[in-house]
């Protein structure tokens, strides 16, 4: 069965400093993998996903992930995060056929101002 | 548009009765997936309907069951509740079981005394 290691559970930074939270998932020979967003009291939001093509995607408010098969990771990246990026930040993939989601345990983002 | 709505939001019981959580899709949308949310356990997947037949269930005992109307809305029931069953109940829907992610309802609240 999918699973998803989320590295790091709280990950605290400086407004306008970089971040990284790490996703690895376990290998399948084909996987879909997505990240979701949920803030204080409120549903999972996704943020962005990789279904095929570039391994690079980007969502609309800075956020970049990038596929790296060899490696079976999908590692979110920003390169200068806000105060309103507080969130607890959630890697999720699914194999094709009939497989749900599955999730990572999530990674809190503090940042500080 | 409307998204996916969850009621109640927040639901007290005591332990040994039975709780109802229920769920509307998106318009349009025909699969719904329930997922419980647990203080520091990430999200586990529950169960999973699409036209109204389950297609997939998690690693929870029998007490957890559900089902959808003909009208794509489902509906989680949990007997027999234990304090652990203590949790965030998300429904999410799709269009289909695409490779697509899912949308998220802002969840259940469910406190067993």
């Known amino acids: 069965a999918q699973s998803v290691t989320q590295l790091d559970s709280q990950v605290p930074v400086f407004e306008e400093a970089p971040v990284e939270l790490r996703c690895n998932y376990s290998?399948?020979?084909?996987?879909?993998l997505f990240w979701y967003v949920q803030y204080p009291n409120q549903g999972l939001q996704l943020l962005l996903k990789?279904?095929?093509?570039?391994?690079l995607v980007e969502s609309i408010n800075g956020f970049e992930a990038e596929f790296n098969k060899s490696q079976t990771s999908f590692h979110l990246r920003k390169p200068s995060v806000h105060i309103s990026d507080t969130a607890e930040y959630f890697c999720?993939?699914?194999?094709?056929?009939?497989?749900?989601?599955?999730f990572g345990k999530g990674t809190r983002l503090s940042v500080i101002a | 548009e409307a998204g996916v709505t969850q009621s109640p939001t927040h639901l007290i019981k005591t332990r040994g009765q039975q709780a109802t959580l229920r769920c509307s899709p998106i318009?349009?949308?025909?699969?719904v997936y329930w997922y419980q949310q647990a203080l520091g356990l990430g999200l586990q997947f529950l169960l999973w309907?699409?036209?109204?037949?389950?297609?997939n269930r998690g690693n929870f005992p029998p007490r957890f069951s559900g089902r959808q109307f003909p009208n794509y809305s489902s509906e989680l029931n949990v007997n027999a509740l234990e304090l652990e069953d203590s949790a965030l109940y998300l429904c999410?829907?799709?269009?289909?079981?695409?490779?697509?992610?899912?949308?998220f309802g802002s969840g259940t609240r469910l406190t067993v005394v």
């Open positions: 309907y699409d036209e109204g037949e389950e297609r």
């Open positions: 990789y279904l095929s093509g570039s391994t």
């Open positions: 999410a829907s799709s269009q289909g079981h695409r490779e697509g992610g899912y949308t």
């Open positions: 290998s399948s020979v084909s996987v879909y």
């Open positions: 999720a993939v699914r194999s094709s056929g009939n497989t749900p989601l599955v």
């Open positions: 318009s349009g949308h025909t699969s």
